[in-house]
C-alpha cells in the first residue's frame, strides 16, 4: 500500500471518523444541555405560576376575589395588561415574550389565559391536539413534548417544549413553552462546521497523502486528541493552530472557535439559569411573606435582580403596594358596612311589625324582636327552621295553605301586599296578620331568599267586623223607618235616602240620591227660601231647630213635613256633611187648623183677648196673659214662624 493511500486511510480512521463522530456527540450533547436547561426553566416558571395560582385561589377561598377575577389578576401579572383589542401586551408581563408566555384552560378547553385566545377554543389542528395532551394532566400529573409550529403565512417551522400541570386551587391546566431553536441556534452552527470539518478533513487527508505523513498525520493526531475531550465534555480544550499548512490552521481557527461559542453559549445559559433561579428565589421569599405571614410590607429587593428581571420584582411591588391599598379601602368600607349593619340592627330591634328573611329554601335566618313581643317564643325556638315548621302555624293548616299560594306570586317576582294569615302564640291565642313578601335579591338581581313583614291586626279586624255589625244595624233601623231621612255631603248632595221618601212622596230612591237640594224634584222654592239659614247654622256645627216645611210628591200633592237637621263630623271635628230628619205631620195640621177654626173666631178672640188682657191688667195679671197668649199663637202658626225667623 502506498504511503499516500496509507496516510489518507489513516486520517480517515483517526482524524475525519473522530471529527464525525465528535461533531455528532458534540452536536447531540450540547441539544440535551440545551433542552434540560430549557425545560429546567420551564419547569420552574411553571411552579412560579402554580405558587401564583395558590396564592390567589386562597383568595378565592377567603371570598376575597371570585375565581373570575383572580384567573385576570394572574393573566396581567404574567401575560401583561389587556388591550383594547381583547389581546395581552407580553412585553409588560412577566413572561419570556412573544414565543414564551404563560396559558390556562378551563376543563372544557376554553383558554382562560392567552396572550390573544381568552374565552376560545383551539381550532387549529396541532393546537387542538397540544391542548388536548396538555389537559391530560389532569389526572396524570406533570407532563412535557416537543412538537413542531408553524405560524400563519411562514413557511418554516419551529421546533417547541411545551410543560404543562394542573392547579387544583383554581381548576386550570397551565402551560408554557419555548421556541429550542433559539436556543439551538448555536448547535445547528456546530453541525454545520462538523460538516465542513469533515470536508478538509478528507481534503487533509488527500494532502496529506500527497504531502508526506509526517507534516499531516500530527495535526490530525491532535485534532483527534482534542475532539476526543470535546466529545467528553471538555470544552475548554483547543486545536493547535500552529501548522504550517494553512487551510489546517483555518479549520483549526473554526473548530476552536466553534467550541468558544458554544461554551459562551452554554456558560450564557447557566448564568440565565443562576440569574432566573436567584430571582425566583428572591420573589418565592417575598410571596411567601405575603400569603402566609400576611407581611404586606414586604418587598422584593430589586437591587439584588438582574437587569431584565428588575422589572418582575418592580411589578410584583407594584402589585403588593395596589393589594395592601385595596386592602386598606376593603377594611374602611368593612368599617362602614359594619356601622350600616349594626344601624340596621337598631332599626330591625326597633320595628314594631314583625320582619322576617328567609333563605331560598324556606329556613327563618333572620327575625324581628318584635316576633317575640308579639307571639312570646323566642327567636331561638324559630331560627332555622321552615316556614310550615314554625309553632305559630301549629294547628292552623289553612294559614299553611295561604303561604303558600303566596309563594307561587313571589317566585313569579310579584310582590305579595295585605295578606291576612292566622298565627297561634305560644299561650294559645289566635291572631290575625296583615302579611307582605317579596323575593330578596343580591347586587346581581339572583335570588337569595325572601322578606316577610306581617303586622298584628286582629283588634282592627274585631272593630271592622263590629262595624260592619253596626252599619248593617243601622241601616236595618234606617230602611225600616217611617220618618224621611237623608244623608247630605258639604255641597248639598243628597247620599242617601231610606225607603221612607218612595212611601211618602212616590219619588224612588234613585231617583232623588246624587242631586243637590236645589235639583230635587220634591223641594219647593219656599223650602229653599226657608233653609238657607240651616246650612250655616251647620258649618257651625249647630244642630238646627225643628221647623216644618212643605215638599211635593210625585202626584203633585203637597205635604207639610216636621224636620231637624244634624251636621255630620269626620274623626278631627271637621264638618263633612249632616243629616236631615222628616215627619210627615200634613194630616197632624189639617185637623190643627180645622179645631182651630172651628172653636175660635179670629175677630172675636181678637177682641176677646184685648178685653182679657185689659180686665188681667187690672188685676195685676196683664203681662202674663198677654204672655200666655202669644205664646198660644205661635204654637198654632209655625210655618209662618220659621219662615220669618230664616228671612
Given at each position: 500500500m502506498k504511503l499516500r493511500n496509507l496516510i489518507m486511510l489513516v486520517l480517515v480512521l483517526f482524524a475525519v471518523i473522530p471529527v464525525m463522530i465528535a461533531?455528532?456527540?458534540?452536536?447531540?450533547?450540547?441539544?440535551?444541555?440545551?433542552?434540560?436547561?430549557?425545560?429546567?426553566?420551564?419547569?420552574?416558571?411553571?411552579?412560579?405560576?402554580?405558587?401564583?395560582?395558590?396564592?390567589?385561589?386562597?383568595?378565592?377561598?377567603?371570598?376575597?376575589?371570585?375565581?373570575?377575577?383572580?384567573?385576570?389578576?394572574?393573566?396581567?401579572?404574567?401575560?401583561?395588561?389587556k388591550r383594547d383589542e381583547g389581546t395581552r401586551d407580553l412585553s409588560k408581563g412577566l413572561g419570556k415574550g412573544e414565543k414564551g408566555y404563560m396559558s390556562a384552560w378551563y376543563c372544557n378547553l376554553t383558554y382562560a389565559i392567552h396572550p390573544s385566545r381568552e374565552g376560545q377554543k383551539a381550532t387549529d389542528p396541532i393546537l387542538v391536539e397540544t391542548d388536548e395532551r396538555l389537559n391530560k394532566s389532569r389526572t396524570k400529573g406533570r407532563i412535557s413534548f416537543e412538537y413542531e409550529w408553524w405560524n400563519p403565512g411562514e413557511a418554516k417551522s419551529y421546533k417547541k417544549l411545551t410543560v404543562g400541570d394542573y392547579s387544583k386551587s383554581l381548576d386550570l391546566?397551565?402551560?408554557?413553552?419555548?421556541?429550542?431553536?433559539?436556543?439551538?441556534?448555536?448547535?445547528?452552527?456546530?453541525?454545520?462546521?462538523?460538516?465542513?470539518?469533515?470536508?478538509?478533513?478528507?481534503?487533509?487527508?488527500?494532502?496529506?497523502?500527497?504531502?508526506?505523513?509526517?507534516?499531516?498525520?500530527?495535526?490530525?493526531?491532535?485534532?483527534?486528541?482534542?475532539?476526543?475531550?470535546?466529545i467528553q465534555g471538555d470544552l475548554s480544550a483547543r486545536i493547535d493552530i500552529s501548522s504550517s499548512i494553512e487551510e489546517f490552521r483555518s479549520v483549526g481557527k473554526s473548530i476552536n472557535l466553534t467550541v468558544e461559542n458554544l461554551q459562551d453559549k452554554i456558560e450564557s445559559i447557566h448564568r440565565a439559569e443562576a440569574e432566573l433561579s436567584s430571582t425566583l428565589a428572591l420573589c418565592g421569599d417575598t410571596l411567601n411573606k405575603i400569603v402566609e405571614k400576611r407581611d404586606l410590607h414586604a418587598r422584593v429587593d430589586t437591587d439584588k435582580l438582574a437587569g431584565k428581571y428588575k422589572t418582575i420584582g418592580t411589578d410584583i411591588n407594584e402589585m403588593v403596594?395596589?393589594?395592601?391599598?385595596?386592602?386598606?379601602?376593603?377594611?374602611?368600607?368593612?368599617?362602614?358596612?359594619?356601622?350600616?349593619?349594626?344601624?340596621?340592627?337598631?332599626?330591625?330591634?326597633?320595628?314594631?311589625?314583625?320582619?322576617?328573611?328567609?333563605?331560598?329554601?324556606?329556613?327563618?335566618?333572620?327575625?324581628?324582636?318584635?316576633?317575640?313581643?308579639?307571639?312570646s317564643y323566642t327567636?331561638?325556638?324559630?331560627?332555622?327552621?321552615?316556614?310550615?315548621?314554625?309553632?305559630?302555624?301549629?294547628?292552623?293548616?289553612?294559614?299553611?295553605?295561604?303561604?303558600?299560594?303566596?309563594?307561587?306570586?313571589?317566585?313569579?317576582?310579584?310582590?305579595?301586599?295585605?295578606?291576612?294569615?292566622?298565627?297561634?302564640?305560644?299561650?294559645?291565642?289566635?291572631?290575625?296578620?296583615?302579611?307582605?313578601?317579596?323575593?330578596?335579591?343580591?347586587?346581581?338581581?339572583?335570588?337569595?331568599?325572601?322578606?316577610?313583614?306581617?303586622?298584628?291586626?286582629?283588634?282592627?279586624?274585631?272593630?271592622?267586623?263590629?262595624?260592619?255589625?253596626?252599619?248593617?244595624?243601622?241601616?236595618?233601623?234606617?230602611?225600616?223607618?217611617?220618618?224621611?231621612?237623608i244623608l247630605l255631603d258639604k255641597e248639598n248632595r243628597w247620599l242617601m235616602v231610606n225607603p221612607a221618601w218612595e212611601e211618602i212622596t212616590g219619588f224612588k230612591q234613585e231617583e232623588l240620591q246624587g242631586k243637590i237640594t236645589e235639583e230635587q224634584p220634591c223641594v219647593t222654592q219656599e223650602t229653599l227660601d226657608a233653609t238657607v239659614y240651616d246650612r250655616k247654622?251647620?258649618?257651625?256645627?249647630?244642630?238646627?231647630?225643628?221647623f216644618d216645611i212643605p215638599l211635593m210628591c210625585k202626584d203633585g200633592r203637597e205635604i207639610i213635613v216636621s224636620a231637624t237637621e244634624r251636621p255630620l263630623k269626620d274623626a278631627r271635628g271637621r264638618w263633612i256633611g249632616s243629616v236631615f230628619y222628616g215627619r210627615d205631620i200634613t194630616e197632624f195640621r189639617k185637623k190643627e187648623e180645622e179645631l182651630r177654626e172651628t172653636t175660635i173666631d179670629k175677630k172675636y178672640f181678637k177682641e176677646y183677648s184685648k178685653r182679657a188682657i185689659e180686665l188681667a191688667d187690672s188685676w195685676g195679671m196683664g203681662e202674663v196673659f198677654k204672655h200666655e197668649m202669644e205664646e198660644w199663637v205661635k204654637k198654632h202658626k209655625p210655618r209662618q214662624r220659621r219662615k220669618k225667623e230664616r228671612l
Open positions: 461533531g455528532f456527540f458534540t452536536y447531540h450533547k450540547s441539544c440535551d444541555i440545551v433542552y434540560n436547561v430549557s425545560k429546567k426553566d420551564l419547569e420552574e416558571r411553571l411552579d412560579f405560576y402554580l405558587e401564583l395560582c395558590d396564592f390567589y385561589g386562597k383568595k378565592v377561598q377567603r371570598n376575597e376575589l371570585s375565581r373570575e377575577e383572580a384567573i385576570d389578576e394572574i393573566a396581567t401579572l404574567v401575560d401583561g395588561p391546566v397551565i402551560s408554557t413553552n419555548v421556541v429550542l431553536d433559539e436556543f439551538l441556534l448555536p448547535t445547528q452552527e456546530l453541525g454545520i462546521i462538523t460538516i465542513i470539518l469533515i470536508a478538509f478533513a478528507i481534503v487533509g487527508s488527500v494532502i496529506a497523502s500527497l504531502f508526506g505523513s509526517g507534516v499531516i498525520a500530527k495535526p490530525f493526531t491532535n485534532l483527534s486528541e482534542i475532539s476526543s475531550k470535546i403596594a395596589n393589594l395592601q391599598k385595596n386592602i386598606n379601602e376593603l377594611n374602611k368600607a368593612k368599617g362602614k358596612v359594619e356601622e350600616n349593619r349594626t344601624f340596621l340592627q337598631q332599626i330591625l330591634n326597633n320595628l314594631p311589625d314583625i320582619l322576617v328573611v328567609t333563605d331560598n329554601e324556606g329556613h327563618w335566618i333572620e327575625v324581628s324582636p318584635s316576633f317575640e313581643r308579639l307571639t327567636i331561638k325556638e324559630v331560627l332555622g327552621k321552615k316556614t310550615i315548621e314554625q309553632p305559630v302555624y301549629k294547628g292552623l293548616p289553612e294559614s299553611i295553605e295561604l303561604n303558600k299560594q303566596m309563594w307561587e306570586k313571589v317566585y313569579k317576582g310579584e310582590v305579595v301586599q295585605g295578606l291576612d294569615i292566622p298565627w297561634r302564640t305560644k299561650n294559645g291565642k289566635k291572631i290575625i296578620l296583615s302579611v307582605s313578601e317579596k323575593l330578596l335579591k343580591d347586587a346581581r338581581g339572583n335570588s337569595i331568599g325572601r322578606v316577610f313583614v306581617a303586622k298584628d291586626i286582629t283588634e282592627l279586624r274585631k272593630h271592622e267586623e263590629e262595624l260592619r255589625n253596626t252599619k248593617i244595624r243601622e241601616e236595618t233601623i234606617v230602611n225600616n223607618a217611617l220618618d224621611l231621612i247654622l251647620l258649618a257651625q256645627g249647630k244642630i238646627v231647630p225643628p
